[in-house]
């Protein structure tokens, strides 16, 4: 269910994204509206397993800007991004590179299950949803949703619905509710129209919120 992007070998796309999208708009008028807004805009993924997972871990509770300037500080001292460098570099460097002690905990505890086969990014692909989640929450660090979000841009699976996405829930209460409040009922109610492709109707409404954003 993915492809290469045709400009560009580097990036992978989703063979289902047209297919999702005309699917969704027959069936919900929301999306009837979105999706022509953002025209041949889709989802993408171009990192590797580690790399993205690395990226998660540091962007964690800061701005979106502030996470792009960490990410280059530590690029810097591991232009390589890959467990046996991230585990040479140590807390110490990986402090200087401005992390906090628990993101450097994090990073090495990432490092160690990769490098040590605890995990198995290379069966992912063929496993399920939930058993890519469970997995991937055993690393620290790694939450529910950052691996729904894995999920969704690193292996575009098509039916991700992340419930604790603060974006997801904003977007469904603009577009669905008017602004009101919205509860994990509401999120299912309205999401059940989207089967089975969940993960491009969240992917639109993220956009929603920032047009401006293209993957």
């Known amino acids: 269910m993915i492809k290469k992007h045709p400009a560009d070998p580097a990036i992978s796309v989703p063979a289902y994204w047209e297919d999702a999208k005309a699917e969704l708009m027959k069936r919900d008028r929301i999306m ?7 025209g041949d805009l889709q989802l993408t993924s171009r990192d590797d397993a580690f790399t993205t997972l690395a990226r998660s871990i540091i962007g964690q509770q800061i701005t979106v800007k502030a996470a792009q300037a960490l990410w280059q500080r530590f690029l810097e001292a591991c232009p390589k991004c890959a467990p046996l460098q991230v585990l040479k570099l140590g807390p110490v460097n990986l402090a200087g590179c401005g992390l906090s002690k628990r993101k450097a905990e994090y990073l090495l505890d990432l490092a ?14 063929e496993m399920t949803d939930e058993g890519v989640i469970a997995e991937m929450v055993q690393i620290r660090g790694i939450s529910r949703w950052t691996a729904e979000m894995f999920l969704i841009f690193n292996l575009l699976r098509p039916n991700i619905l992340p419930l604790d996405d603060p974006r997801l829930l904003e977007g469904i209460s603009n577009s669905y509710f008017s602004g009101e409040p919205v509860s994990r009922s509401d999120i299912r109610e309205v999401a059940a129209n989207w089967e089975p492709w969940r993960t491009v109707a969240t992917w639109y409404l993220w956009r929603s919120l920032d047009p401006r954003t293209s993957a």
């Open 32 to 38: 009837r509206k979105l999706i022509p807004q953002f």
């Open 112 to 125: 160690k299950h990769f490098k040590d086969k605890t995990v198995h990014p290379d069966k992912w692909a």
